[in-house]
């Protein structure tokens, strides 16, 4: 990588935002604020795992590109309001990765990603100092998807012991919650089958994370296959000159069962 082209390439960006958010620069672009932009960075960052799903190196380029302009769009809002610079960023996140792995910058040694994930722990308490939580789960994120929230909640709490033995017995919660479910819906109680519901989706996020999967990321790449096995539903109907809303479901489900082999 040259670092002239990449310094270059950089501070190009910068102007260019500092131009749109000109006097003389974009309308759209002048009015917006750190709060209107939250939308477009979670936007930008599904987008990128998106491109990652469909292994698509040239959209993954652009969309990570789409990313890095949220993040210099924010940093140019926040220094017009006095409050940090993107030299700010890059010298907090530098400083933040030396810290946490003086295992490569100093003496002390972890040669395993366990060793290395106890390490990592051990600073960040460090950070803190005497600063006194309540609870374990006080500084996580509620800012996340839930099923992300799910993961950081049940991951501290097995820090502590908290946690499933094995799989087998996450499954048999997993079956136990399903059993939940159907007894509340036989009921025709809806709210207690929308907390059973509940229930269930944490099982399962606790499955995903016995077999490392994170289920955020296993549930979009399911929406991708499912939208993309219901394009080929849709053209396949209209190539045979008839309306989605006319076919029986028996119709559709064979055209669906189609589209599984031809993209598997």
């Known amino acids: 990588m040259n670092k002239k082209d990449l310094e270059l390439e950089l501070w190009r960006l910068v102007d260019i935002m500092e131009k749109l958010r000109s006097p003389e620069g974009c309308p759209w672009d002048k009015e917006q ?25 040239v959209l993954l380029k652009e969309e990570l590109g789409d990313v890095l302009l ?11 309001e006095g409050n940090f610079t993107l030299i700010d960023i890059f010298k907090g996140i530098n400083d933040k990765l030396i810290r946490r792995h003086p295992h490569v910058f100093s003496n ?50 097995a820090e502590v ?9 996450v499954l048999e919660k997993v079956r136990e919650e399903i059993d939940e479910v159907e007894e509340a819906i036989a009921s025709d ?41 219901f394009k080929h539903i849709e053209k396949s109907v209209k190539m045979n000159g008839n309306k989605l809303e006319d076919m029986s479901l028996e119709e559709l489900d064979n055209y669906w069962e189609e589209a599984k082999k031809i993209m598997e």
């Open 33 to 57: 604020t750190l709060d209107s932009l939250k939308p477009y960075i979670v936007e930008e960052t599904y987008e990128v795992i998106e491109a990652l799903q469909k292994k698509d190196m």
């Open 70 to 80: 949220q993040i210099v769009f924010q940093a140019q809002v926040a220094r017009e």
């Open 108 to 157: 002390l040694e972890a040669a395993t990603p366990e060793e290395v994930s106890l390490l990592w722990n051990q600073v960040k308490k460090s950070e803190k100092g005497n600063l006194i939580e309540e609870s374990l789960l006080d500084n996580l994120s509620t800012s996340q998807p839930s099923l992300n929230q799910a993961v950081e909640v049940q991951e501290k709490a």
């Open 161 to 169: 012991g908290f946690d499933w033995d094995n799989i087998r017995d």
């Open 189 to 229: 109680n809806k709210e207690e089958a929308a907390l059973e519901i509940g229930d269930l989706l944490f099982s399962v996020v606790n499955l995903a994370r016995f077999i490392d999967t994170n289920p955020e990321i296993a549930l979009f790449t399911t929406i991708l296959k499912f939208k993309d096995r």
